[in-house]
């Protein structure tokens, strides 16, 4: 079973692609969008409770998928008024934005709590499981089973993928000629292979950064009274300020990507078509508030796409959409992306 450290989860997470890829070649590709949220799902309840999920149609997972869904939706700016108006959180009482929020912290601690005690003292007890470690009570820090308390969503980057894929396919022959290279026809890209398949990992981080799975950022609040300077001006940002540094904004900065709307994974590579030295993403935040789960998430987007791009082509798919009967539209803008524009492809 999978260990604390992420490097010692590549096992768990190549069987979890190729338990996807086999998913995809026995119905054709019909279900993919549920595959891949199976899997990442999954990936992140073995690694860190002992549970995995090999159908997708679990009660546990179906209620992981349920609780991610309400995270999503409470986690955009436009998610509460008091985003907007801060000030209107002074008024006493239970209002509807407070319902909100301690409904999903019951339903959050239910399930949480649930899934750590399986972990710890039920039939996953034996496994070495992330839940084990921070919840040990003999470690010098203490129980720190609150560490665990995140989920990840590396679907969201699986479903840009293949957006890509559907949308601007020209880089594919280039990338699956570097696998062929590599790998060749015998066997299945592995973790072993990521060193020499640079273009491979420069479409990692143009997934990441062409659409970031949290387009808004996570919301920060300034500890100081704070002055910064954009473009000659100065702006004062009071201490207790919230702010959400935009994520999209920032992965499609025109200074630093050119054509920053395009999906380009050489942009990412030198001259020599080696990876650029100097990349950074704030595509899983910054500061003390950056995703713990980066080399995970990493490495699960990694292996899905070598092996995805290993075993099909994926193109746009020739079916009619069912409900207008016209060729399928598929759409990348901002105010499409939100999984509907994406269930049609084929593999």
Not at 73 to 99: E, H, Q, Y
Not at 195 to 201: A, G, S, Y
Not at 239 to 247: C, D, P, Q, Y
Not at 275 to 291: H, N, P, Q
Request: proline content about 7%; hydrophobic content about 40%.
């Amino acid at each position: 079973m999978a260990s604390v450290r992420a490097g010692e989860t590549e096992p768990l997470q190549q069987f979890e692609t190729l338990l996807t890829l086999t998913h995809l070649l026995d119905d054709g590709g019909e279900n993919w969008f549920h595959h891949m949220d199976r899997e990442s799902a999954s990936m992140v309840l073995a690694a860190a409770f002992g549970l995995h999920c090999p159908t997708g149609q679990e009660p546990d997972l179906m209620e992981a998928f349920a609780y991610i869904a309400d995270f999503v939706k409470l986690f955009t700016p436009s998610a509460s008024i008091i985003n907007v108006l801060p000030f209107l959180d002074m008024i006493p009482g239970p209002m509807p934005w407070r319902k909100r929020a301690q409904t999903y912290r019951k339903h959050e601690a239910a399930l949480y709590n649930k899934l750590i005690t399986r972990a710890v003292s039920g039939e996953a007890s034996g496994m070495n499981t992330w839940a084990a470690t921070f919840a040990s009570e003999d470690k010098p820090e203490g129980d720190q089973r609150q560490l665990m308390n995140q989920f990840t969503l590396t679907a969201i980057s699986l479903h840009t993928f293949i957006l890509a894929c559907i949308l601007y396919p020209k880089w594919i022959p280039r990338a699956q000629r570097e696998i062929d290279a590599i790998v060749g026809e015998d066997r299945l890209p592995s973790f072993k292979d990521r060193p020499c398949l640079p273009f491979v990992e420069a479409i990692v981080r143009e997934t990441l950064r062409w659409r970031p799975a949290a387009p808004f950022g996570v919301p920060h609040q300034s500890t100081a009274d704070n002055v910064v300077e954009y473009k000659g001006k100065e702006y004062l940002l009071p201490k207790g300020s919230v702010i959400f540094a935009v994520t999209v904004a920032i992965e499609h900065d025109q200074e630093r990507f050119e054509n920053h709307d395009v999906f380009l994974p050489e942009r990412f590579l030198d001259d020599t078509h080696n990876l650029k030295s100097d990349y950074e993403t704030s595509a899983f935040g910054f500061g003390r508030r950056m995703c713990p789960g980066i080399p995970f998430a990493e490495r699960a987007l990694w292996i899905n796409i070598a092996m995805m791009l290993w075993t099909f082509n994926i193109r746009r798919s020739d079916e009619p959409d069912p409900k207008t009967g016209l060729p399928f539209k598929y759409d990348a803008s901002d105010s499409a992306f939100n999984g509907e524009a994406l269930h049609k492809c084929a593999i």
